[in-house]
């Protein structure tokens, strides 16, 4: 069976530029600012390593309902 055209998302690639440089944004500027805490020295690298992949994880879900929720309106 041939996959049709009308099966594929086609994205620009500026939104999905934006979609990944505006929260890198935020969440480098998070993270400065938590490097100057002094509780935040005391955290054990692993638990620090732990909280980076939580809100990667987190980054990539709201990315992906971003674009879900974009391609709602387009349709409509």
Do not use: W, Y
């Amino acid at each position: 069976m041939q996959p049709t055209g009308e099966a594929t998302i086609q994205i620009k690639r500026r939104i999905i530029i934006g979609l990944i440089v505006v929260p890198m944004c935020f969440g480098f500027a998070a993270f400065t600012n938590m490097l100057g805490n002094p509780r935040f020295q005391e955290i054990r690298s692993v638990d620090a390593l732990r909280l980076i992949a939580v809100g990667a994880c987190g980054g990539v879900a709201v990315a992906g309902l971003a674009i879900l929720i974009s391609l709602h309106f387009r349709k409509s």
